[in-house]
Structures are given as C-alpha cells and as structure tokens.
C-alpha cells in the first residue's frame, strides 16, 4: 500500500527519525528519504535537518506540520465517510488516553468494538493529562479520555466519577485506619506526579487547604506505587489506577473526600468520522456497564 509523503514527513518528526519512521511504516528508509526529498522540492524549502542526532525539523518545518497533520485527519475522515457510505465500517480512529484507561478500560472497549468493526484501525497515543489534551487540541487524535473540566471545546461526554485515595506503605501507622486526613500530608513525604500529570492531587490538596512536603516527582504512575512499596513516601492517586495495586501499599479513602471526572472528547465533532462516532457510542456503553 503506497505511502502518502505527509504521512512520511509527519511520522519522522514524531519518532525523531527516518529510519524508525520507515519501519514503522513497513518500507524501506530510503522510500521515506525519497518522499520526503520530494515534498521538500514540492514545497521549496528544507523540511528536515538529518544527522548523528536524528531527524528534526526545520523552522520552516515545524510551520508547515499543523497544516500537514489537517491534510491527513481530513483525509482519514473522507475515508471513513466513503467507506459509510458504500456499506463499509472501515477508517482510522486515533486514540488519546492516560495510564489508567489505558490499562483498565482501553482492552476491554477494543475488544468490544473489534468484535463488530474489525477491519477499523484502532491507533493508541498514550501520554499524561497534558499529552492527551495536546493531542486533541492540534489534530493528532480524532477521540480522547480527559478529566473534567477540560480546556477543550467539541463534543465532551462525562463518563464516570472515580475517587481519589490516599496510598501508603502497608506498613504505615495508619494503614488500618477508616480514611486518611489530607492534612496528614503535610507532615509526610509526598510523591507526586509532574504539574502537568498531576491536577488530581493537586486539586483535592487545595480544597483542603494543605501544602504537602513533595520528596520526589515523576511522570510514571507506575513508579509513584513502586516508590510508596519501598516506603519512600506516599501519594493520592485515582480509584481506578491502583485497581491492580500489591499488598505492600494501603488505598484509603481521602478525608476530606475529592474524586475526579473522567470524561470522553471529540474536538472536531461535527467532522467526525463514522468510525470515530462508533467508537465513541462503545466506549460510553462499556463504561456505564463495566466501568
């Protein structure tokens, strides 16, 4: 199947690289350098500088990648509606989620919604808060998973309130307790998430009144709960991350209690393809049924 030449581009600048991009892509590297040598012609300038480092784009580059990545949503959405409407349920939908629905949601509505739509590629994009929202903002993912209230405009649909807990070492003093005082944190070492990951804590933090002693941050969830099990501090994190969590930390409900919204957005709704739409009326089902 030929390779569309903004798609090469658009794929370099992502990996950082031309031979990544071309394995990704399943051709060879020197079909991704001729593609992109030819749309640079096309367009009279240099779009990528290519060296020991990688491939990075140029000033001129980084100008035209918007308008690059419109003209590949725009013609994965004509896809999706000529395939609508000769009776096909085919197209590409690109996903935006977190860890959390990544892991604990994601499988479950994909197998789903591949049972009936098999021949629709699914493309996952997996990132923080941030990422996820950067993503819809710039046309990178067509759907995506966000907390609410969200920036974003478009079509925002709540999918479900999930609590935020407290996690400990399982041997902490408090570990039997009914909750755990937000205003405890001020007194403990606190493990939290990058500013840009982590507006869940931070905001049950505020309405609580309580400036915790931050020891360490990270952007890994995962690595927030492998330091709590080595009793390197301790953290809040959501109901829903910490469904899988070992017997070596605690999860206590907050006091006072704070949770977030997760919610399901299309920035683009009234363009959205038929296959982006589907998958949108799968996920809200699976969620209210399963969630």
Not at 222 to 234: D, F, K, N, Q, S
Not at 264 to 273: I, N, Q, S, T, W
Request: glycine share 8%; charged share 25%; hydrophobic share 45%.
């Amino acid at each position: 199947m030929p390779v569309n030449k903004y798609e090469a581009f658009l794929l370099s600048v992502e990996l950082g690289s031309i031979t990544r991009a071309a394995e990704n892509l399943g051709v060879t590297q020197s079909a991704v350098s001729h593609m992109i040598s030819s749309l640079e012609a096309e367009l009279g300038f240099a779009l990528l500088r290519r060296g020991r480092g990688g491939a990075v784009p140029t000033a001129e580059g980084q100008s035209v990648t918007p308008a690059i990545r419109g003209i590949l949503t725009a013609r994965e959405r004509l896809d999706q509606m000529a395939s609508a409407i000769r009776g096909l349920d085919s197209g590409t939908v690109r996903i935006g989620t977190f860890t959390s629905v990544g892991v604990h949601w994601l499988p479950g509505i994909i197998a789903e919604f591949q049972a009936d739509y098999p021949s629709v590629e699914l493309k996952l994009m997996s990132g923080d808060y941030h990422d996820v929202e950067q993503w819809l903002a710039d046309g990178s993912a067509d759907i995506g998973f966000v907390p609410l209230p969200t920036r974003l405009g478009g079509e925002v649909v709540p999918l479900r309130a999930d609590r935020l807990l407290a996690v400990i070492p399982a041997n902490h003093p408090l570990a039997d307790a009914a909750a755990f005082p937000v205003a405890e944190l001020e007194r403990e070492s606190f493990i939290g998430l990058l500013e840009t990951s982590d507006r869940d804590a931070r905001g049950a933090l505020a309405a609580a009144g309580v400036s915790p002693h931050i020891k360490y941050k990270t952007k890994d969830d995962y690595a927030v709960i492998a330091m709590i099990e080595r009793g390197l501090g301790v953290s809040i994190m959501p109901e829903l991350l910490l469904r899988s969590c070992s017997e070596r930390v605690r999860c206590l409900e907050l006091d006072p209690p704070a949770s977030r919204t997760i919610g399901l957005c299309m920035p683009d709704a009234e363009r959205a393809g038929p296959a982006t739409r589907r998958f949108a009326e799968y996920a809200a089902a699976w969620v209210e049924r399963e969630g």
